[in-house]
């Protein structure tokens, strides 16, 4: 099945430190997405790309949709504590297109720790 | 209110017992799915729902099953519970237009 291999696993950076991170595929997806896990939440989407290439921010946020489809970067610019957390890539997938549905695959996660 | 809720958010259960995980949301999305966290693992899906009349095994739905009464709800059951069903358990549902999931706060399993 799709796999996404997302690194590094651990980050532990000082606070106003540059991050990024990155998740690729041997599988092409159509989309690729960035959450953000808190402490016993639910992940939070964080930016969404549509398009091979395309580059998009999200405030101190920045991620970009490999050229090939089959990879995707996170940069966290000056980063704070309230960055702290766990953040995941998702690929989307068709499952049906009859239907436009789509199913995504997860990599297993940046846990990122910040000192103050 | 949180457009999607998940009951209960923690359990403690035994080998053996049925569970039911119950999912609501307030989007008005037709699509929903149920997914398995387990510690320092990404999310891995279970189930997913189209419809009202649609549903669909996931990637690890042995030992699962699920229920969509109506729209805005989505239950997933563990017929026999076993240990190695102890995870973190979310729901999600996702808009028609671009697809984009968004996730319930989640509900810890634990299965003695």
């Known amino acids: 099945g799709q796999q996404l291999n997302q690194s590094p696993q651990s980050m532990f950076i000082q606070e106003g430190e540059d991050v990024s991170m990155n998740c690729t595929s041997s599988?092409?997806?159509?989309?690729w997405l960035w959450y953000k896990q808190d402490p016993g939440e639910g992940p939070v989407l964080l930016i969404a790309?549509?398009?091979?290439?395309e580059l998009t921010s999200n405030g101190r946020l920045t991620a970009q949709f490999g050229i090939t489809r089959k990879d995707s970067f996170l940069n966290i610019s000056a980063s704070i504590p309230s960055d702290v957390g766990i953040y995941f890539c998702?690929?989307?997938?068709?499952?049906?297109?009859?239907?436009?549905?789509?199913?995504?695959?997860f990599g297993q996660g940046t846990r990122l720790t910040i000192n103050p | 209110d949180a457009d999607v809720t998940q009951t209960p958010r923690n359990r403690i259960t035994k080998t053996g017992k049925r569970i039911m995980l119950e999912c609501s949301q307030t989007?008005?999305?037709?699509?929903m799915y149920w997914y398995r966290q387990d510690p320092g693992l990404g999310l891995q899906l279970i189930y997913y729902?189209?419809?009202?009349?649609?549903?669909n095994k996931g990637e690890i739905s042995d030992g699962y099953s699920v229920s969509r009464q109506a729209q805005a709800k989505f239950s997933l059951s563990l017929e026999s519970a076993i240990p190695n069903q102890t995870a973190l358990y979310f729901c999600?549902?996702?808009?028609?237009?671009?697809?984009?999931?968004?996730f319930g706060p989640g509900t810890r399993l634990t299965v003695l």
């Open positions: 729902s189209f419809d009202v009349k649609d549903i």
């Open positions: 790309l549509y398009k091979a290439g």
């Open positions: 989007k008005g999305h037709d699509r």
């Open positions: 998702a690929g989307q997938l068709h499952v049906k297109r009859s239907q436009g549905a789509q199913k995504l695959v």
């Open positions: 599988s092409i997806f159509n989309t």
């Open positions: 999600a549902t996702s808009d028609p237009l671009l697809d984009t999931q968004y």
